[in-house]
Antibody
């Protein structure tokens, strides 16, 4: 059974960089057909896609976030990561990592439990 | 403001059917069948209930069904149960390899 688990600081200061890692267990990131995604949910609001990454490092980002987002993958640790720079209070959200099953599938069949990141001084 | 439009809330009594709509554009729902639906109970992560318009993952009861017409997709839940009470989100592939979500609909079982 595939499992995903987010980790990282729960509090980030304005203008700093938000960094999160997703650890995948029960399956390998590398050599699979899956894409790996970050999705966030501000408190009391809807879901927002941030971006996807393939194990080769190929990425797709939401255009409005592209200037601040970087995603990376570490196949040796079976992890992928998110960096979001110059954060503001609007970036306060529960951040989820998730799996897209294959390149042509645009749905998330496995999700992490989510981690709340608050942007505040 | 979300890319896909959903009603804020719907409700129904146990045993009844409810339908949740999701309106997009010709750049997303209207141009692609990669529409999916997620169920999110309070405090929990989303769970996939419908993918590619009308396909159910293993373990999702056949009371859940999806459809699409033009720029609108719909999720129908029949034989409502108390355990169905949750927020529901639609999503769709959009142009230039992007992924859009709806604002969510709160389902209340009366």
């Amino acid at each position: 059974q595939l499992q995903l688990q987010e980790s990282g600081p729960g509090l980030v200061k304005p203008a700093e960089t938000l960094s999160l890692t997703c650890t995948v267990s029960g399956g390998s990131i590398s050599g699979s057909t899956s894409y790996w995604a970050w999705i966030r949910q501000p408190p009391g609001k809807g879901l927002e896609w941030i971006g996807n990454i393939y194990y080769t490092g190929t990425t797709y980002y939401k255009p409005s976030l592209m200037s601040r987002v970087t995603m990376s993958v570490d196949t040796s640790k079976n992890q992928f990561s998110l960096n979001l720079t110059s954060v503001t209070a609007a970036d306060t959200a529960v951040y989820y990592c998730a799996r897209r099953r294959y390149a042509g599938s645009w749905y998330a069949d496995y999700w992490g439990q989510g981690t709340l990141v608050t942007v505040s001084s | 403001q979300s890319a896909l439009t959903q009603p804020p809330s719907v409700s129904g009594s146990p045993g009844q059917s409810v339908t949740i709509s999701c309106t997009g554009t010709s750049s997303d729902i209207g141009n692609d069948d990669r529409v999916s639906w997620y169920q999110q109970p309070p405090g929990a992560a989303p769970k996939l209930v419908i993918y590619e318009v009308n396909n159910r993952p293993s373990g999702v009861p056949d009371r859940f069904s999806g459809s699409k017409s033009g720029n609108m997709a719909s999720l129908t839940i029949s034989g409502l149960q108390a355990g169905d009470e949750a927020d529901y989100y639609c999503s769709s592939y959009s142009t230039s390899s992007t992924w859009v979500f709806g604002g969510g609909t709160k389902l209340t079982v009366l």
